[in-house]
């Protein structure tokens, strides 16, 4: 059972270059989202995606693009990576509008800006 | 104001004992909410969703308060392995969005 899988797991960039975190859910879910997590500061939401074709902002959109390529697939871009930007990143899904039911995570991405 | 907040703790609790979390939530719209789980910074995972009746899984207990926007977490009986950090996490059905708490921390002590 793949689920969700995120790629790369660790990355370590230089400021100014730009990279695109991948992930991908077998799992036939309409809902997608990307998160960071710094220390003491919990997961915040990037972006998120209720469906193929749509995407909004969240918490902390701002230096992100996102794109649902399709249904399975919802990715994260940084255009021109900052320090501020090192976090482990968490792609989760979910199947849904109005479905009660848990987000299931990828293992995450340890991003480091240097 | 962030929409959901917890207290991050640390909560440093013997074995055996009871301890309780709460979290609260700003936007009456809210629909679903859940607790999480998380190890050392591995994947959350869903511990329980949370129910208008409040609803038990074994030595967990979730509340929801609507007229006063919170939830809560009882953790009877905590064992180690019941350290961990515990986030709330909440729903809105209109667009799906999901957001975090901070997390609170919790260390059980031998």
């Known amino acids: 059972n793949a689920g969700v899988t995120q790629t790369p797991k660790f990355q370590v960039l230089k400021t100014g270059q730009s990279m695109t975190l991948q992930c991908a859910q077998d799992?036939?879910?309409?809902?997608m989202y990307w998160y960071r997590q710094d220390p003491g500061m919990g997961l915040r939401l990037i972006y998120y995606s209720a469906s193929e074709g749509t995407t909004d902002k969240g918490e902390v959109p701002n230096g992100y693009n996102v794109s649902r390529l399709n249904k399975r697939e919802f990715s994260l871009r940084l255009e021109s990576a900052a320090p501020s930007q090192t976090s482990v990143y968490f792609c989760a899904s979910r199947p849904g509008v109005f479905m009660n039911t848990e987000a299931f995570f990828g293992q995450g991405t340890r991003l480091t800006v240097v | 104001r962030k929409e959901v907040e917890q207290d991050p703790g640390p909560f440093n609790v013997p074995e055996g004992a009871t301890v309780a979390f709460n979290c609260t939530y700003s936007n009456s719209a809210s629909q679903s909410f859940f607790w999480y789980r998380q190890d050392c910074r591995k994947e959350p995972k869903l511990l329980m969703s949370v129910y208008s009746s409040g609803n038990e899984d074994g030595r967990f207990t979730a509340q929801l308060n609507r007229a006063s926007q919170y939830i809560s977490l009882l953790i009877r009986d905590s064992k180690l392995s019941d350290s961990a950090t515990y986030l709330c996490?909440?729903?809105?059905?209109?667009?799906?969005?999901?957001?975090f708490g901070k997390g609170t921390r919790l260390h059980i002590l031998p």
């Open positions: 799992m036939n879910h309409n809902s």
């Open positions: 996490v909440v729903n809105w059905n209109r667009d799906d969005k999901i957001i």
